[in-house]
């Protein structure tokens, strides 16, 4: 057993800002929610979120073995955050203009992973981010990082909503479990619901990709609907810009989560592939290439 103490001393000097530790159990109400949504259709081109539902929703089918989930979470919130001005083209999401976040909180989840085995030798773990099937957003949740906006992303009262998340599912029990916020919410606030160019934010905290200019810059292509990508080429942050909890977040401390560049510096047009190579080269734009940021564009 693992003091809980441990675990959230040893990921904050790892550099992450909110960590909890849930037990592994299946989340059955959440994967109901889940399978309506993907019934609807809302999933779009992201024929991958069909899979492994199982998976998702019960962290022992992932990993045998598996007693607990430390479950961290870090601030990318930049000067970007906020949004741009009116009608420009070429905006990039904010998360986007720093360093791939999947390698960073990698690098970090094992960092966290060491630390805790200095403790507990015969530790074993798997590390998560964004790139399994693991209910993320869920888990932030149970872990007491605050709630689920309308949005569908999670909002802490004092960091916003621009975090990143990150998992260590691991062989051991804590002495105490994290619980989640209480009476806590998003009042009678809509401002992410009337901010959408595409109207995709639907009700019960559900997004339609098919309308979400997020999905529609960086997803497999979608034969359906043209939709107004807004001046975006990749992502989309106008839902997070206006959110109240972004205005009052501070800027982001961990420093491989610095932008890389100013997009409205950019010439997208004439950039070379070895300009776009250099410029963004480790942050995720490489993920949808050159090419199809031109197509955005
Ligand atoms: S990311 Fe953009 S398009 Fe998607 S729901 Fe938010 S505001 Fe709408
Ligand atoms: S903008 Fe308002 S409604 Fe949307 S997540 Fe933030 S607080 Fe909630």
């Known amino acids: 057993m693992i003091p809980k103490k441990f675990i959230t001393n040893a990921a904050t000097e790892v550099g992450f800002d909110l960590v909890g530790v849930v037990p592994v159990e299946p989340l059955t109400k959440e994967r109901n929610c889940y399978e309506e949504w ?23 089918l992932l990993v045998e073995g598996a007693r607990s989930i430390v479950v961290c979470a870090v601030s990318y919130l930049s000067p970007f955050s906020r949004g741009y001005a009116d009608g420009v083209r070429g905006k990039v999401a904010s998360y986007a203009l720093a360093r791939d976040y999947h390698l960073t909180i990698k690098e970090m989840l094992a960092e966290l992973a060491e630390r805790l085995k200095t403790i507990a030798p015969s530790l074993k773990f798997r590390a998560f981010t964004d790139s399994a099937p693991v209910a993320e957003k ?3 949740v149970r872990a007491g990082f605050g709630w689920i906006g309308r949005q569908s992303l999670v909002v802490n009262p004092k960091l ?3 975090m990143l ?3 260590l599912v691991i062989n051991e029990t804590v002495d105490e479990y994290s619980e989640p916020m209480r009476d806590v919410g998003c009042g009678s606030c809509r401002r992410c619901v009337e901010s959408c160019p595409n109207s995709a934010i639907l009700d019960n905290r559900l997004i339609d990709t098919r309308r979400c200019i997020s999905c529609r810059t960086i997803e497999r292509e979608w034969e ?5 990508l807004d001046g975006w080429i ?19 401390r961990y420093p491989k989560f610095d932008p ?18 250099t410029i963004a080269g480790d942050t995720p734009l490489t993920r949808a290439g050159l090419e199809r940021i031109r197509k955005n564009l």
């Open 38 to 60: 993907l019934l609807a259709g809302n999933h779009s081109s992201m024929a991958y979120l069909e899979r492994n539902r199982e998976k998702r929703f019960d962290a022992s």
């Open 138 to 140: 869920t888990l932030a």
């Open 160 to 162: 916003g909503t621009m």
């Open 165 to 167: 998340l990150g998992e």
């Open 224 to 228: 359906g609907e043209a939709v107004n």
């Open 234 to 252: 990749f992502g989309c942050d106008a839902c997070q810009s206006v959110c109240p909890f972004n205005h009052h977040a501070p800027l982001h």
């Open 260 to 277: 890389k560049f100013d997009p409205m510096d950019i010439d997208w047009e004439s950039l070379t592939e070895e300009e776009f190579s």
